[in-house]
């Protein structure tokens, strides 16, 4: 959400065939040559069989021209379903199909072959094609699949190395320090999370934030750590949320890609039952009124972190009482969908939150999940933070 109750998209999950084409776009070319000869090879070798089964005396002009076509077109369309061109495959159908008639027209054979020694030479030769193309083929698939095989289980091996440093940079929490209760956990949507949630101290209080990094993956988990780093590094020097956003985009923004910004929403506590805090372009502050059982909404004041060059972040207050809940969370818990598209958003979460606000903090974040998950497919990395006063 940004001001005045706008809102702004995240990427979205890739699709799978938006991965298969990420995958191919990274493969290195020597292997994509090794999988386009191997299909060439590998259907080469059906031209090879359809002049088998034909016992027509062939040329040396006819049998080549038979196998490239048939190679050719296999690769032609081998590629167009990697590019995802499939509206174009009926086309190479047509293009097939008159190559083939052509060769037909210009070389007509005359007769079968009636030479019993002839006729097995000419099927000796072709079946002998037939077997060295088919090999060929094969050794070249083999050594794709090799070669991709050690690449996928380095990345593997570093994925799994990034998995345990999110891990490590991303704990669940649950803590009590003076009147408040804090607890925060994310879960994330795959290897790597690129979503944040924090508690730090300070001279004088302490601090609890949440963020949410733009895209999925190593990059938004690396500009996390950042985000994190950035964050604690500046907490001694004071100042109210909105001025410790502003220190970290000044820091972030030289540093980041073009495309990729961070919502946040920051609470300061300074040991009395005032919060200050600063929303940028993140999901509402939810404060679950014990007195009146009701949830009140703050609205973000701010635009993402990273959006411009040069920002300002106004941060307001608020007074907390005995019993109030303080929740932040990220859209992975409202951008769910069932299988027609439709979207669980704010409200079920909110009335789901009101329900459940007078449970411990855990049980909280576990029946919101619930929720989520019971709704639709976790497409996004989910975290929460939630805060009790209990005067």
Same mark, same amino acid.
């Given at each position: 959400m940004l001001d005045g109750g706008s809102s702004i998209s995240k990427p979205r999950e890739y699709s799978t065939a938006l991965y298969r084409e990420e995958f191919w776009r990274v493969v290195p070319i020597?292997?994509?040559?090794?999988?386009?000869?191997? &299909?060439?090879f590998l259907f080469a070798s059906i031209g090879f069989v359809m002049l088998l089964?034909? !016992? +027509?005396?062939?040329?040396?002009?006819?049998? +080549?021209?038979?196998?490239?076509?048939?190679?050719?077109? $296999? +690769?032609?369309y081998a590629w167009l379903a990697t590019v995802r061109k499939y509206w174009y495959m009926p086309l190479l159908g047509v293009a097939e199909g $008159?190559?083939?008639?052509a060769l037909a027209a210009a070389? #007509?054979?005359?007769?079968?072959?009636?030479?019993?020694?002839?006729?097995?030479? #000419?099927? /000796?030769?072709?079946?002998?094609?037939?077997?060295?193309?088919?090999?060929?083929?094969? +050794?070249?698939?083999i050594v794709f699949i090799r070669r991709e095989g050690n690449r996928y289980f380095r990345i593997q091996t570093e994925m799994e190395l990034a998995r345990d440093i999110h891990r490590s940079l991303v704990p669940r929490f649950e803590r009590t320090t003076g009147a408040f209760e804090v607890f925060g956990a994310s879960i994330a949507s795959g290897a790597v999370g690129g979503d944040l949630v924090d508690m730090a101290d300070y001279p004088g209080g302490w601090v609890s934030y949440i963020a949410d990094i733009s895209g999925?993956? &190593?990059?938004? /988990? =690396?500009?996390? $750590?950042?985000?994190?780093t950035s964050i604690r590094s500046r907490l001694a020097s004071g100042g109210s949320p909105g001025e410790l956003l502003e220190e970290v985009h000044r820091a972030l923004y030289p540093l980041k890609m073009p495309n990729m910004f961070v919502t946040a929403g920051v609470l300061r506590f300074?040991?009395?039952?005032? =919060?200050? @805090?600063?929303?940028?372009?993140? !999901?509402?502050?939810?404060?679950?009124?014990? &007195? /009146?059982?009701?949830? =009140?909404?703050?609205?973000? #004041?701010?635009? !993402? &972190?990273?959006?411009?060059?040069? #920002?300002? @972040?106004?941060?307001?207050?608020?007074q907390c009482e005995p019993g109030d809940v303080l929740l932040l969370l990220t859209d992975g818990f409202s951008e769910v969908f069932k299988s027609d598209g439709t979207e669980l958003g704010l409200a079920p979460l909110k009335q789901e939150f009101q329900? $459940?606000?007078d449970r411990p903090l855990p049980e909280i974040f576990d029946r919101l999940r619930d929720l989520s998950l019971a709704y639709g497919k976790q497409d996004d990395d989910q975290t929460i933070l939630l805060v009790r006063y209990a005067g």
């Open positions: 020597s292997s994509r040559i090794s999988v386009l000869s191997a &299909v060439f089964i034909h !016992p +027509v005396r062939q040329t040396v002009g006819s049998t +080549v021209a038979t196998a490239l076509i048939s190679g050719f077109c $296999a +690769v032609g $008159a190559m083939f008639w070389y #007509q054979p005359a007769s079968l072959i009636d030479d019993k020694t002839a006729l097995q030479k #000419q099927l /000796g030769i072709l079946g002998a094609l037939a077997i060295l193309t088919t090999c060929l083929g094969y +050794v070249l698939f999925h993956g &190593v990059s938004s /988990g =690396v500009l996390m $750590a950042m985000f994190k300074t040991g009395s039952e005032r =919060v200050d @805090f600063s929303l940028a372009g993140h !999901p509402p502050l939810m404060r679950y009124s014990r &007195v /009146g059982r009701t949830v =009140v909404e703050y609205e973000p #004041q701010n635009l !993402p &972190v990273g959006i411009m060059p040069e #920002q300002q @972040f106004r941060a307001d207050s608020l329900q $459940a606000a």
